[in-house]
């Protein structure tokens, strides 16, 4: 079966300007999270959603969002990006949840690189 | 806040030799889970451990999870090259709708 797909897979955008990043998840997957990667943070947990709703949510400023359709597909929100922004972000699928304990497997996406200059 | 510090940053290995990565909470964890990270790619899900002190193998790998749900290691038998990438542990806290708590990651060479 298809894997998990992000759209764009690199980008460049000035400060000031926002930017959309899209995440379809493996088919049948109902949970999709979003993390930031970067050099010196690490991977920082953004939010999840399950079902359209936002489940969880991590310490981002409120520039960062997202939205979950009726499809399971996901999409996130940068507004007024600033320099710091720019990394690897990261969507991650799964049946029920990373903080399931049923064992169920989380498979990342490829990541969209986003540049801010 | 909630914290996974994970030990060491950085491990050369000659082929052959054994290596080990360690990841300590400073809170109970629900789960814990390894990834691998190659280099330019994405994190790989290798195993989820749940239970307090469960020790699970794959191949050469082998995963611990702490009696107090505190800690957990990755050691791997006999290193290969194709070993080379970053090995991360992530838990959890707050049960199953708890978010993951990405570890900085340990970064593995290998020398042939």
């Known amino acids: 079966k298809a894997g998990v797909t992000q759209t764009p897979r690199y980008l460049i955008k000035t400060r000031g300007q926002q930017v959309t990043l899209s995440c379809s998840p493996i088919?049948?997957?109902?949970?999709v999270s979003w993390y930031q990667q970067t050099p010196g943070q690490g991977l920082q947990f953004l939010f999840e959603y399950f079902s359209e709703t936002q489940r969880n949510k991590g310490n981002f400023p409120g520039r960062f969002s997202g939205r979950q359709f009726s499809n399971s597909r996901s999409e996130m929100n940068v507004s007024t990006l600033e320099l710091g922004d720019s990394a690897l972000y990261l969507c991650?699928?799964?049946?029920?949840?990373?903080?399931?304990?049923?064992?169920?497997?989380?498979?990342f996406g490829e990541g969209s690189w986003l540049t801010v200059v | 806040g909630q914290q996974v510090m994970q030990i060491p940053q950085y491990q050369h290995v000659q082929e052959g030799e054994d290596f080990t990565t360690y990841c300590n909470s400073s809170?109970?964890?629900?789960?814990i889970q390894w990834y691998k990270q190659r280099p330019g790619g994405h994190p790989v899900f290798l195993i989820q451990l749940v239970k307090s002190g469960e020790v699970k193998k794959q191949k050469r790998l082998t995963f611990q999870f702490g009696e107090a749900k505190k800690n957990s290691s990755l050691h791997i038998t006999a290193t290969q090259t194709t070993d080379v990438g970053t090995y991360f542990c992530?838990?959890?806290?707050?049960?199953?709708?708890?978010?993951?708590?990405f570890g900085k990651g340990t970064k593995l060479s290998v020398k042939p």
């Open positions: 809170t109970t964890l629900s789960n």
């Open positions: 992530a838990g959890t806290q707050g049960g199953s709708q708890g978010n993951l708590i």
């Open positions: 088919s049948g997957h109902r949970s």
């Open positions: 991650a699928s799964s049946l029920t949840g990373p903080g399931e304990r049923s064992g169920n497997t989380i498979y």
